[in-house]
């Protein structure tokens, strides 16, 4: 690349240049059991970051590294330019957190506790606008272990962000949500995200949230990241493949699943008299490429099982058109 477009590139994504947080090579092992094998992970400023992978993955152990709750074995850290081990109070204040597992402060008031810790930190935000913000108005004056489970969430998720953070942790923050609070965090994620370019990192294991909010995710499986990228690269990497359903004018019902669905159904115009009845065209869902790709990581099938759950003649098909 030339310097001229090296500085094109550059301005054009000039809050990209630097990641916020950084990972080379992380491990980690408790006793014998090595959980994290190498990590490598780049988050860039105002991305929304979602780190996916089965229960025990290491997805909590890689989030409390970059956290500076806990030590990693081996590797380098950076998150907002310092280490996590030796983060001050001036850096843990640039971090929000709505960890999995949260100490409880059951005796406290909700407002008060969120008033409590706003005195933490040189910019909070306003209380009472917080808790409007996360739905928790009519509950300020109740004790924090009176709270139902999704409105202790929306507390944590208060918490996490009551100090403006540049960057938030979020680990499984929408757990126990109704899906009217679950909308109302995503559109409060993207907002941070969007207008106040909080750069946000989540684990999930509702794959449509990612889907969703995510820019780029990260599967780790096996103690590594083995994909990384936005959903429609990753289901590119998968080769997770579309389903285009239409019906014959015999009546019968037909399926096909092909990387080029567009290319199909002009093959199917081409040779048709008229209009296709009942054409349907499904794209791979992030759920069809996370179980592609699981599957293609622990037990070394295609995970074709996961991808159509309707169709179980399909391998016989890619069998035939293999061949
Ligand atoms: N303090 C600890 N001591 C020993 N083993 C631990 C400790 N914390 C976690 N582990 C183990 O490390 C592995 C990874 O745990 P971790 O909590 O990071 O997984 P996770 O991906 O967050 O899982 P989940 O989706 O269930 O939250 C698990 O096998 C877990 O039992
Ligand atoms: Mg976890």
């Known amino acids: 690349m030339t310097p001229k477009a090296a500085k094109a590139t550059k ?3 000039a809050t990209y240049a630097e ?34 992978g089965p229960n025990g993955a290491g997805k909590t152990t890689t989030v409390e590294i970059l956290e500076g709750f806990r030590r990693r074995s081996a590797g380098e850290v950076s998150v907002l330019g310092a280490d996590p081990e030796r983060g001050d109070d001036a850096w843990r204040a640039r971090i929000g957190l709505v960890l999995q597992s949260w100490r409880d402060h059951r005796r406290w008031r909700v407002a008060e506790l969120l008033t409590h810790f706003a005195t933490y930190y040189p910019d909070p935000r306003d ?18 272990e009176r ?23 979020l680990d499984e923050p929408t757990t126990g949500f109704d899906p009217e609070a679950r909308r109302e965090f995503h559109v409060l994620v993207e ?8 750069t946000v990192l989540l684990t999930t294991h509702d794959l449509a949230e990612a889907e969703r909010l995510a820019d780029r995710i990260a599967m ?18 998968a080769a997770a493949r579309a389903e285009v359903r239409w019906t014959a004018d015999d009546g019968t019902i037909h399926r096909e699943r092909t990387a080029d669905p567009s290319q199909l159904v002009w093959e ?14 499904r794209r791979p869902t992030l759920e069809d490429t996370y179980l592609h790709m699981l599957h293609r990581e622990t037990d070394g099938t295609d995970g074709t099982g996961g991808i159509d759950e309707t169709n179980g003649t399909d391998g016989t098909d890619d069998t035939a058109r293999a061949a």
Not at 130 to 143: D, E, H, M, N
Not at 191 to 198: Q, T
Not at 269 to 279: E, K, N, S, T, V
């Open 127 to 144: 209380p009472a606008e917080l808790l409007a913000l996360v739905g928790l108005t009519a509950q300020g004056g109740r004790q924090v």
């Open 19 to 52: 990641p916020v947080v950084s990972a080379r090579d992380v491990t980690m092992t408790y006793g014998d059991v090595d959980v994290l094998q190498g990590v490598d992970l780049d988050i860039h400023r105002g991305e929304i970051f979602a780190l996916l």
């Open 147 to 169: 709270l139902s489970g999704g409105q202790r969430r929306r507390l944590d998720v208060a918490l996490g962000i009551v100090g403006r953070p540049e960057l938030l942790f």
């Open 191 to 198: 907002r941070l995200a969007r207008e106040e370019g909080v």
């Open 268 to 281: 199917l115009h081409r040779h048709a008299d008229g209009p296709i009845a009942g054409l349907e065209v």
């Open 220 to 237: 780790l499986v096996g103690g590594r990241i083995r994909a990384c990228g936005t959903p429609a690269e990753l289901a590119r990497q």
């Open 11 to 13: 301005d054009t994504k």
